[in-house]
């Protein structure tokens, strides 16, 4: 599986932006699609993940009611919507994908087997 974003940009606050993760190679074997982000000094942290199947999608509650996650119709496409956004936004986005059996909470990283590139978010004040 290979995962590649695009997307990312520069935004005033207040903007929106939306990321695409295209998934390529065996995607039939994807359960679950996840976005990450980077800050510069901080940790890589959680930010949305769907289930690919008719599953619950998870947010974390620094981006809720701000972004959605949401996926194409043959579901090689996932995208993250960011509105209002935040100068606190600005990161690297992963976009990554789990495959069965998943080994972990889907809002940690744990259970990730496929990681993109990433691409870069900046929100200006």
């Known amino acids: 599986v290979q995962l590649v974003e695009s997307g990312g940009g520069l935004v005033q606050a207040g903007g929106s932006l939306r990321l695409s993760c295209a998934a390529s190679?065996?995607?039939?074997?994807?359960?679950?699609m996840g976005w990450f982000r980077q800050a510069p000094g901080k940790e890589r942290e959680f930010v949305a993940t769907m289930t690919l199947y008719s599953g619950p999608t998870y947010y974390a509650e620094s981006v809720k009611g701000r972004f959605t996650v949401s996926r194409d119709n043959d579901g090689d496409t996932v995208f993250l919507q960011m509105n209002s956004l935040k100068p606190e936004d600005t990161a690297v986005y992963y976009c990554a994908a789990a495959v069965p059996p998943l080994k972990a909470p889907i809002q940690s990283e744990t259970p990730y087997d496929y990681w993109g590139q990433g691409t870069q978010v900046t929100v200006s004040s």
């Open positions: 190679g065996s995607t039939f074997r994807i359960y679950v």
